[in-house]
């Protein structure tokens, strides 16, 4: 029989709120799921490691399940009714795509946003040289990153270029298993004595994370670089491209691992790109099980709209980024499709009566570096949904801050769904900070909160995710939609 619980454990059971750990309150049904869930995961992040192939693996998708193109749609003056599926591709590189719901879209729109760009080291407009008896890619870094971090390590080249009849070739060497990889060089410990005594940030400099290419020489004793030329000429082989055609392709060098499982219990997945893929990946999704759910009968109330975007690493900048006018101009798509009379004002009211989640990775504890982390309100593995109320440095600038009014909404529909949340501020307070796609959806009037998946090692070329929180993701973003 059990011991009779006291007034004081009683009345702890009633007022605290205690986070487990999700794996405690699962079934081995869920426990399948959830190891599904992630080798579909795997799979999809190993084909689309940079933002375009995140964007055309998600399109592929779309089209297969019959969303329509929405600007095409508008051109030929269709209408669209509950139950459409629409989509609108930004340049190849990022996203949006929507399951029209019963009620007026003036009524507002549920929406999951993420960033699909991860950070990762980019060649210059001019890039390939000779020193040494090697051919060297220059490169400049993308996002924020810890320079050693991408020493030593297997780089796979993926990437566009045009050659010179102005035709786009796709660059991927790397990731087949008998591809060649690429490597940036470190310094010996043998002769790194100057260098051990610099600071975490200097010890390998921007400028020094050039990639090499190669080492064979040309057999042509009149050409100068010959190293340099060989390199050329299997690129253009390969692909028509001469060196001019650097300038205006985008080459990304990223790790050339796959997504493995981590640990003796198989319970985390290790991969690059992360951050913010595991996210997206969720959200897209999620919002994939209400078309689906539509192609039933089951048609949301509130259209849903899964926003997926570029450049969030670097400020969201462009016109692929948060700040630009994709999303709201998609808004607008919606309302002159749907409305008997389109008005600027019908796009405001759609617009500040909408509520989207900003499905950002935030940073799990590590009790490694548990000094940087506040205990009480760090987001942890395996604990699931990680709610940040706010983001920003120091005093929150340059984040985001939910009002309690659309937290409280967002805490409710999680609890009624059963999908487990905890909190999740990034670090103690001035021991840095950061920032997502937040603010510039909350800028245009929409209610938004950060509400992501905790993340080990983040912005490295090995980040960790718990595979029960990428479900829990998942879960919560499918509730989210149906019921906000």
């Excluded at 997926?308 to 798509?333: C, H, P, V, W």
């Excluded at 987001?379 to 706010?390: V, W």
């Excluded at 937040?438 to 905790?454: K, R, S, Y």
Aim: include cysteine; charge should be negative.
């Amino acid at each position: 029989m059990e011991e009779q619980k006291t007034e004081g454990q009683r009345l702890a059971e009633k007022l605290t709120f205690e986070i487990k750990s999700r794996w405690e309150t699962i079934g081995e049904n869920d426990r399948d799921a959830i190891v599904a869930f992630a080798e579909q995961y795997k799979r999809f992040i190993d084909k689309g490691k940079t933002e375009r192939e995140f964007n055309a693996e998600c399109l592929s998708i779309l089209k297969e399940q019959g969303f329509m193109d929405i600007e095409a749609a508008l051109l030929e003056g269709r209408r669209l009714k509950a139950g459409d599926k629409v989509y609108q591709n930004n340049r190849g590189k990022s996203l949006v795509f929507a399951i029209v719901g019963r009620v007026s879209i003036k009524e507002g729109v549920n929406i999951v946003g993420a960033h699909i760009d991860s950070p990762r080291i980019d060649l210059k407009t001019n890039p390939l040289y000779e020193d040494g008896g090697f051919a060297i890619f220059d490169t400049h870094y993308y996002g924020g990153i810890k320079h050693y971090q991408w020493t030593t390590i297997p780089l796979a080249m993926h990437g566009v270029v045009f050659n010179k009849n102005g035709e786009k070739q796709t660059v991927r060497i790397g990731e087949d298993e008998d591809d060649p990889v690429f490597v940036i060089t470190d310094l010996l410990p043998h002769l790194a004595q100057d260098q051990m005594q610099k600071k975490a940030n200097e010890f390998v400099r921007g400028e020094e994370l050039d990639v090499l290419a190669g080492s064979e020489p040309f057999k042509d004793e009149k050409v100068k670089e010959k190293v340099k030329l060989t390199i050329l000429n299997a690129l253009n082989q390969k692909y028509g491209v001469t060196e001019e055609n650097f300038a205006s392709a985008e080459i990304e060098f990223v790790p050339a691992h796959k997504a493995r499982d981590v640990g003796l219990d198989r319970s985390l997945i290790g991969a690059y790109g992360h951050d913010d893929r595991c996210c997206a990946y969720a959200a897209f999704r999620a919002t994939l099980e209400c078309a689906e759910a539509s192609e039933r009968g089951g048609i949301p109330e509130k259209t849903v709209v899964c926003l997926l975007t570029d450049k969030e690493e670097i400020g969201s900048m462009g016109n692929t980024g948060a700040q630009s006018r994709l999303f709201e101009n998609f808004i607008a798509y919606l309302c002159s499709q749907t409305l008997d009379r389109y008005s600027d004002i019908d796009l405001r009211l759609a617009l500040n009566r909408s509520a989207m989640l900003s499905t950002d990775v935030n940073a799990a504890y590590d009790p490694n570096f548990g000094d940087v982390f506040d205990k009480k309100t760090a987001s942890y593995c395996g604990k699931g949904l990680a709610l940040s109320k706010y983001t920003g440095v120091r005093g929150k600038v340059g984040g985001s801050d939910a009002n309690a009014e659309f937290l409280q909404k967002v805490q409710s529909i999680l609890d009624r769904h059963g999908v487990r949340w905890q909190f999740g501020n990034l670090g103690k307070v001035d021991k840095g900070g950061g920032g997502t796609i937040a603010q510039h959806a909350a800028n245009l009037g929409v209610d938004t909160l950060d509400c992501g998946i905790p993340v080990l090692s983040m912005h490295s070329p090995f980040e960790v995710i718990s595979k029960i929180d990428l479900w829990t993701a998942y879960r919560g973003y499918a509730a989210f939609l149906k019921d906000a």
